[in-house]
């Protein structure tokens, strides 16, 4: 069976998880399912036992990186089968994108090829790939939670990261959010949506 995802990424604040929630209400529980990628809370034992664990020597980091492709596996694969249209808030490709920030050492180059192989070889690529982008201004203007000491240059590293990561793609649907609605958002996926084949049967 083929399994069908809308992948919907961006930083804070670029209406994300607003468009993710939206979407599903639109299609509802019959024909579409959420699957949120964000390290906030674990799915598996594994994730459980490690990802919350303080990490003071290597061997942790390497635990917890373990864990960590251990949990995002699951959590791709889990809908494997399902009929419905898999609705993914974020997506696995963003966790190697943070050793982009300082470069690589000796120390976290091993890291990154565990998460290059883990990217190759257990990752499906998304029938849909969106890319939410807005200026930081808007996503701090948007999220309160994200205000505070760093966050105007934490936000400015990560957008720089996804930009140059999703923009470059020409298979990415980017969608600048900066002075659009909501709506407006969510009714140009859905225009998109429309005009790829593999979605007319869910889309009637």
């Given at each position: 069976?083929?399994?069908?995802?809308?992948?919907?990424?961006?930083?804070?604040?670029?209406?994300?998880?607003?468009?993710?929630?939206?979407?599903?209400?639109?299609?509802?529980?019959?024909?579409s399912v959420v699957?949120?990628?964000?390290?906030?809370?674990?799915?598996?034992?594994?994730?459980?036992?490690?990802l919350q664990r303080e990490i003071h020597t290597y061997k942790d980091k390497i635990a917890y990186i373990y864990a960590q492709i251990r949990e995002l596996r699951h959590r791709v694969y889990?809908?494997?089968?399902?009929?419905?249209?898999?609705?993914?808030?974020?997506?696995a490709h963003e966790q190697i994108l943070q050793?982009?920030?300082s470069g690589l050492t000796w120390k976290n180059r091993p890291v990154?090829?565990?998460?290059?192989?883990f990217l190759s070889s257990f990752l499906y690529k998304p029938t849909l790939q969106i890319y939410l982008t807005c200026s930081i201004e808007t996503s701090l203007a948007r999220k309160e939670d994200i205000r505070g000491s760093g966050a105007a240059e934490r936000l400015r590293q990560n957008k720089a990261l996804l930009d140059k990561y999703y923009g470059e793609d020409a298979n990415v649907f980017v969608i600048d959010t900066s002075g659009i609605s909501e709506?407006?958002?969510?009714?140009?996926?859905?225009?998109?949506?429309?005009n790829m084949e593999c979605f007319n049967t869910l889309m009637r």
């Open positions: 069976m083929l399994l069908l995802s809308v992948c919907i990424t961006g930083v804070d604040g670029t209406g994300k998880s607003t468009v993710v929630r939206r979407l599903h209400d639109l299609l509802g529980n019959e024909k699957q949120y990628m964000g390290m906030k809370s674990w799915e598996t034992k594994v994730g459980e036992k490690y889990k809908h494997r089968g399902d009929s419905r249209l898999v609705i993914f808030d974020r997506y050793f982009d920030k990154k090829l565990l998460y290059q192989l709506e407006k958002t969510l009714g140009m996926i859905l225009e998109k949506m429309e």
